[in-house]
């Protein structure tokens, strides 16, 4: 009662290549359970970091005491990418005063037997670094 409670937050430090424009995805999740939401989608293309070490901070991750934290770091592609920022911008600006008119999102997904009709999707392979740490604050 009457106690302070204290919330974590991950930070990572990686190491960009620089022979190559990179894209990257985090996906991160607590206790096994994946933040789903559309603002939870972190995108990183390599423009301002481009073959150095950087550090990413994700303050809008909460995470606890004995809480199992996990970070994937996903190697995508410029279609993947540009993928999910769209599917990102719109889910979130929707309603806003900010927000930009819908438009349709197109993936790389199609229906063999309906061309004409829309298929919300990205099939992707990509390389993933991932790391897990149960919070033990002493």
Sequence with gaps: PGGIERIYFPVTFSEDPGDRTNFYRYVLSRNDTLFTAPQD??????????????????????????????????????????FFS????????????????????EGNLRNETNPSQ???GYFSCYSISEVEIVLEVQ
């Excluded at 293309?45 to 901070?57: C, F, H, L, Q, V």
């Excluded at 809480?67 to 279609?79: K, M, Q, T």
């Excluded at 769209?86 to 806003?96: C, F, H, P």
């Design 86 to 105: 769209l599917l990102r911008n719109q889910a979130t600006s929707l309603g806003t005063s900010a927000g930009t008119s819908p438009a349709s999102i």
């Design 41 to 82: 989608i972190e995108l990183l293309d390599d423009t301002a970091i481009n073959g150095n070490s950087y550090r990413n901070e994700f303050p809008t991750f909460n995470y606890a005491d004995g809480d199992l934290a996990s970070i994937e770091l996903w190697s995508i592609n410029r279609g993947a990418f540009e």
């Design 118 to 120: 829309a298929v919300l």
